[in-house]
C-alpha cells in the first residue's frame, strides 16, 4: 500500500501570510495527487487533483505543485475562510485510496 | 445542484450492523463511481470501498474486507454502504462521494454527502 505523510501537522498563520505545507508519498505516485480541505463539522471539498489543477471555483490563491514522491500546497495569502485541515489524497493505486493524516491551519 | 443525500445518525450496540444510504441527485448516477470514506472523531479520512455504480462492482479496503458491504438501486439513484460486527472503535462520520475523472486517468472526489454519525456503544 502506499502510505502517505503530511508536515507540519499543524501550523499557526494570521491573515494575509504565505503558507505552505508538504505531503509525501511512499513510493513514487507520478503526479496523481489530489488536495482537500476540511472545515471542521463540514466534509471535505476538493481543491486541486492531478497535484496542480485546480478545482472549477476554488480561489487561485490556492497552488498545488510537485511530482514523484513530495508535493507542495501553498496558500499564497491567507484568508479568514482558509482556516481548515488540509488532506492529500493519492489516486495513483485506483484499487486503494489513501489519504494523509492532514495539517491543520489556525489562527496565530 | 449536484448532492448526495446520506440518511441519517445511528445508534448502535456492538455486535449489531448498520446501513447507511447515500442518494444522488441533478447527475447520471450510473455515470460515477460512489466512494465511502469515513472519519473517527479528531482522525483522518480513511477508505471503506467504492462502486461503479454502473455495473455494480465494488472494491473494498482490506481493512474492512468481510464486514464492508457496498451495493447500488440505480432505479432510486442511491448507493447503500453496510457494516457489520461494529465496535466502539467504529464510531465515526461516513462520508459517501463521487468519483470524477480528468483527462481519463485522473480521479478525484468532487462531491460529498454531509455524512452520517455512527456512535456504537453498549
Known amino acids: 500500500d502506499i502510505q502517505m505523510t503530511q508536515s507540519p501537522s499543524s501550523l499557526s498563520a494570521s491573515i494575509g501570510d504565505r503558507v505552505t505545507m508538504t505531503c509525501r508519498a511512499s513510493?513514487?505516485?507520478?503526479?496523481?495527487l489530489n488536495w482537500y480541505q476540511q472545515i471542521p463539522g463540514k466534509a471535505p471539498k476538493v481543491l486541486i487533483y492531478a497535484a496542480s489543477t485546480l478545482q472549477s471555483g476554488v480561489p487561485s490563491r490556492f497552488t498545488g505543485s510537485g511530482s514523484g514522491t513530495d508535493f507542495t500546497l501553498t496558500i499564497s495569502s491567507l484568508q479568514p475562510e482558509d482556516f481548515a485541515t488540509y488532506y492529500c489524497?493519492?489516486?495513483?493505486?485506483?484499487?486503494?485510496?489513501?489519504f494523509g493524516p492532514g495539517t491543520k491551519v489556525d489562527m496565530k | 445542484q449536484v448532492q448526495l443525500v446520506q440518511s441519517g445518525a445511528e445508534v448502535k450496540k456492538p455486535g449489531a450492523s448498520v446501513k447507511i444510504s447515500c442518494k444522488a441527485s441533478?447527475?447520471?448516477?450510473?455515470?460515477?463511481?460512489i466512494y465511502w470514506v469515513r472519519q473517527a472523531p479528531g482522525k483522518s479520512l480513511e477508505w471503506l470501498g467504492s462502486i461503479n455504480a454502473d455495473n455494480g462492482k465494488t472494491t473494498y479496503s482490506q481493512n474492512f474486507q468481510g464486514r464492508v458491504s457496498i451495493t447500488r438501486d440505480t432505479s432510486a439513484s442511491t448507493a447503500y454502504m453496510e457494516l457489520s460486527s461494529l465496535r466502539s472503535d467504529d464510531t465515526a462520520v461516513y462520508y459517501c462521494?463521487?468519483?470524477?475523472?480528468?483527462?481519463?486517468?485522473?480521479?478525484?472526489?468532487?462531491?460529498w454527502g454531509k455524512g452520517t454519525t455512527v456512535l456504537v456503544s453498549s
Open positions: 489524497q493519492q489516486s495513483y493505486n485506483t484499487s486503494i485510496l489513501s
Open positions: 462521494a463521487r468519483e470524477d475523472f480528468w483527462s481519463l486517468s485522473y480521479y478525484y472526489l468532487d462531491v
Open positions: 513510493q513514487s505516485i507520478s503526479t496523481y
Open positions: 441533478r447527475y447520471s448516477f450510473s455515470s460515477y463511481a
